[in-house]
């Protein structure tokens, strides 16, 4: 299952479950071939890692995003994502993930271009593999 359309290289997880992380993780390795995947717990923590990553030049194509954070939530990250990192990265795409996705969806894809859909949590190979 390793067709994916797009050709994301590097993706970074935030989500603060840990059971979350690992299945996805085995996902994404699913779809897309030779991928590397980065991951961090909270919104703080993944802005930092984000810094670090642009430093080496391994910034990722793709990002999921939980929105329910419990340390710093995703309406944080978008915000400081937009200030610090979209205008140096216009190609990275965001994908939040959510049990509250219906409410968030519409806000945040008209106030964030680079919100590229919000799915509802949990999300299957087969919704992902449609989005990749």
């Known amino acids: 299952m390793k067709n994916s359309k797009n050709h994301y290289q590097n993706i ?4 603060d479950d840990r059971l979350f992380i690992v299945k ?11 991928v590397n995947i ?7 923590t993944a802005l930092v890692k984000l810094e ?6 391994r910034f990722p194509e793709l990002i999921t995003l939980d929105w329910n954070l419990r340390m710093g939530g995703g309406e944080l990250f978008l915000e400081k994502f937009e200030q610090q990192f979209a205008h140096l990265y216009p190609n990275t795409k965001v994908l ?7 409410e968030i969806a519409a806000a945040k894809q008209a ?9 509802p949590k949990p999300v299957s190979m ?5 989005i990749l």
């Open 12 to 15: 970074f997880l935030i989500d």
């Open 24 to 34: 996805y993780h085995k996902i994404f390795t699913n779809l897309v071939q030779y």
């Open 38 to 44: 980065e991951f961090s717990m909270s919104a703080a």
């Open 52 to 57: 670090d990553l642009h430093t080496k030049s």
């Open 96 to 102: 939040v993930i959510s049990g509250m996705a219906r």
């Open 111 to 119: 106030d964030y271009p680079f919100v590229i859909d919000v799915l």
């Open 126 to 130: 087969k919704e992902l593999s449609q």
